[in-house]
């Protein structure tokens, strides 16, 4: 496998137009072959088959015409090869617990992966999405990136998503995207976005307000983006059954966002910053039929409950709230839902049971 592709590095090396001849695209096509079926030592596959990409740059698989000189490169069968292979590759490596990927790789994989995407790979789709937002989540959430480069990595690994909905989904089934859907319900997508949105916000490490990096979309860019192409895809109704089970979260991301919005910096630009970090999350809420679950949700938030300001910025992604009728305050996003619920005037997580029989008073179904 190594012998083919220095060979072929060779060939391409030595090629007059520095791309490819028939030998090389040949060789090429054996050495990805190899690389996901055959060989064992499938890192050193992978990091070889990365470093072609980046080496051209991509411009083989943008030949056009060209490239069909010799024969199709990639039919589903192959496309679905290569899904599978990074799939595998995004898995916890022992059962002890979750052992994450090196990012640097997964990074440039996802790269290489979004060009090999073919709308034949459909049934793919679902957990090639859903296991990338959960991989996303976790490197957020170990800071394996570091604050300043948090929001500038998840934005370029964001493009790539977008690929492979934008490839796929708009011919996709619709059991397909009924699958895709259930599969971001399940994973930690509103968790990834909310954060991340919040790290765009002023006062937060890693929220830079220059986004465009070399021609590369931000990431409240690519959270647009993909929200038309959801809505663009799929039909509202399919929409309306699923999300609403998670209102707690929708709750903490929106007063999070809406604070960080009045509350922000004295300079207008970060509260231009501030305001459109807002405008993409209701794009989002909209975009997944789930704007009026929030308003009726907030509404039944009393104005004792969780939100009251702490003054301990202890929490590295924002202020510390602390509960206004309970002792207990909590540094982590992730314990905010145990805090507002804890802040009712009704008791200890009896908060969230009324909101639910409101919800379900108005024909709308929530998750206990």
Not at 27 to 53: G, H, N, P, W
Not at 309 to 324: E, I, S
Request: contains cysteine.
């Amino acid at each position: 496998m190594l012998l083919f592709w220095q060979v072929w590095g060779l060939v391409s090396l030595n090629s007059r137009d520095r791309i490819h001849d028939p030998l090389g695209v040949w060789l090429y096509d054996i050495l990805r072959r190899c690389c996901l079926v055959c060989t064992t030592d499938q890192e050193m596959a992978v990091r070889s088959m990365m470093y072609d990409v980046r080496k051209l740059s991509g411009q083989w698989w943008n030949l056009g015409g060209e490239r069909w000189k010799y024969g199709p490169l990639v039919d589903a069968e192959d496309s679905k090869a290569i899904i599978r292979a990074y799939l595998r590759r995004l898995k916890p490596t022992n059962s002890t617990g979750w052992n994450v990927p090196d990012m640097i790789l997964v990074y440039h994989l996802i790269e290489f992966v979004a060009g090999f995407v073919v709308p034949e790979a459909e049934d793919l789709l679902p957990c090639l999405i859903g296991d990338s937002i959960d991989l996303f989540w976790q490197s957020l959430i170990d800071n394996q990136f570091g604050h300043e480069q948090t929001v500038l990595k998840l934005g370029r690994m964001f493009i790539y998503i977008l690929k492979m909905i934008n490839n796929i989904l708009p011919q996709a089934s619709d059991y397909t995207k009924e699958q895709l859907l259930d599969w971001i319900d399940k994973s930690h997508f509103i968790d990834l976005l909310g954060r991340t949105l919040l790290m765009c916000t002023p006062g937060v490490p890693g929220g830079a307000y220059g986004h465009e990096d070399d021609g590369h979309p931000d990431f409240m860019t690519c959270t647009n983006e993909i929200c038309i192409h959801l809505q663009d895809s799929i039909p509202g109704h399919m929409f309306e059954p699923k999300f609403s089970h998670i209102l707690d979260d929708w709750i903490k991301y929106y007063s999070f966002l809406e604070y960080r919005c009045e509350m922000g910096s004295s300079l207008e630009k970060h509260r231009e910053n501030a305001r459109h970090v807002q405008g993409i999350w209701k794009r989002v809420l909209h975009t997944l039929k789930q704007a009026d679950h929030v308003a009726v949700a907030v509404g039944c938030v009393p104005p004792l409950c969780s939100y009251a300001r702490c003054p301990f910025p202890c929490d590295p992604f924002g202020m510390r709230n602390k509960c206004a009728q309970c002792p207990a305050g909590y540094y982590s996003l992730d314990c905010q839902t145990r805090d507002w619920t804890c802040g009712s005037e009704l008791g200890p997580h009896s908060r969230r049971c009324e909101i639910i029989s409101r919800l379900e008073s108005m024909g709308i179904r929530a998750k206990h």
